[in-house]
């Protein structure tokens, strides 16, 4: 009787064993014929008995799985998140047997798999649809994970959708990673142009100098992303209401690197977009004093000096910020606006006054000083329209002051550059 048993249960295994590899063959039949919706069902059957199959039956499951699944290249999302799932259990399994069957020509898939996304994302965020850029470079990050550039793509293309749930775990995972970016980029100035060109790599850029096609090279490393990341981790979480977070995520960052001016910056902008502004300006000042010379640092200083009404103050960081920078537009446009800021206050008084003999003189009196702020400002304006001649603001102020002081010549002139800008702006 136990004989019996035993034939009857190895009469079982054996039927068993030949179930499993009719429903793989049928798997690598539907492939071979193209037909990936009946490879897809045969899976489906296979699947079921995955639990019993020896590791080298599994091992050929799983090759055949993510085959059926991409379709040769018509697989959907969800079936190429499956297919990339089933080659990483199947590198898994090869690896831990000790031989690799299957394993290059699932690396072979996903290369083809890679290639077909990172195509497709490229053209979505060329194309400006984001949505699809981002879900396209995660799936290319999924498939090579030592690739961590591509998450960060998915975010930024995310965060440009905007798709700030989907951006916030991707910059969650790039911190978690320890995500710096950095890389090495090799340029060199084309000998016909003139004009300085980046290359793929060190080779190509060498054998291009060598040719004498290219010149002046150099090996530069870009900034790191860090700083980028913590700051638009903390952002979204600002905009989600999420103000401790987003705090928590800058203290963490700049523990690690407190002396990271990026980081610093980034905090601040985080405080300013939470509205309390007297810890904006403390960290702009602490970032001016480790960073004297950045235009831009004395410049927000200016504006948020101006913002709260102190105008000494903020004519001094524009005017800092002029030094550092004479092509500083907006330093230049900001000026001219806090030096005639003062004209409301005196036309105020002027309008205040009654007729006898003193108001008649107090009138002149601040008439004069009136006409006094508007040549401080003219110099501060035409350098603003110098440096950029389409500044219809500056343009128009000008030509208002020019009418005010009875400069009609100028006036007219700047009522003409006025008109002209005006109709370039209309023809585009």
Not at 29 to 44: F, H
Not at 90 to 114: F, I, P, R, V, W
Request: aromatic content about 8%; cysteine-free.
């Amino acid at each position: 009787m136990k004989k019996l048993m035993t034939l009857m249960l190895l009469l079982a295994m054996s039927s068993m064993s030949f179930a499993q590899k009719n429903e793989v063959k049928a798997i690598e039949k539907a492939i071979k014929n193209a037909n990936y919706g009946d490879a897809k069902s045969a899976v489906a059957s296979a699947e079921a008995l995955l639990g019993s199959m020896d590791d080298k039956l599994k091992a050929k499951f799983y090759y055949l799985k993510a085959q059926a699944l991409y379709a040769d290249g018509q697989g959907s999302d969800a079936n190429i998140d499956e297919a990339i799932e089933s080659i990483d259990n199947l590198k898994t399994l090869e690896s831990e047997m000790g031989k690799l069957k299957y394993t290059s020509e699932a690396n072979k898939m996903t290369t083809d798999m890679m290639n077909a996304y990172l195509t497709k994302a490229n053209k979505a965020f060329t194309n400006k649809n984001f949505k699809v850029a981002a879900k396209g470079f995660e799936k290319v990050y999924k498939m090579s994970p030592k690739d961590t550039m591509y998450l960060y793509y998915a975010a930024s293309s995310a965060v440009s959708e905007p798709d700030y749930d989907a951006a916030l775990d991707y910059y969650l995972q790039l911190k978690n990673m320890g995500y710096r970016g950095e890389r090495m980029l090799y340029t060199a100035v084309n000998v016909e142009t003139g004009k300085e060109e980046s290359f793929g790599d060190k080779n190509q850029r060498d054998f291009s100098v060598k040719a004498k096609l290219h010149k002046d090279p150099k090996d530069e490393k870009s900034e790191a992303k860090t700083a980028e990341i913590v700051k638009n981790i903390a952002l979204i979480y600002v905009s989600q209401g999420e103000n401790e977070k987003a705090l928590g995520a800058m203290a963490d960052a700049r523990a690690e690197n407190p002396d990271d001016i990026g980081l610093l910056l980034s905090e601040a902008n985080v405080y300013l977009k939470m509205g309390n502004k007297e810890k904006f300006k403390a960290l702009m000042e602490e970032a001016t004093e480790k960073d004297p010379g950045n235009a831009e640092l004395q410049y927000n200083l200016g504006v948020l000096a101006a913002e709260g009404g102190n105008a000494d103050q903020a004519i001094k960081y524009y005017e800092k910020a002029i030094s550092i920078n004479p092509n500083y537009v907006d330093a230049y446009n900001n000026l001219a606006v806090v030096i005639l800021g003062g004209e409301a206050a005196i036309v105020e008084e002027m309008n205040g006054l009654g007729t006898s003999a003193a108001d008649n003189k107090k009138y002149d009196e601040l008439k004069a000083q009136r006409s006094q702020l508007y040549h401080d400002a003219i110099p501060y304006l035409e350098k603003a329209l110098e440096l950029r001649n389409t500044n219809l603001d500056a343009a128009k102020t000008l030509m208002n002051i020019y009418s005010a002081l009875g400069e009609t010549a100028k006036f007219k002139e700047m009522r003409a550059k006025v008109e002209a800008i005006e109709a370039s702006a209309a023809g585009n």
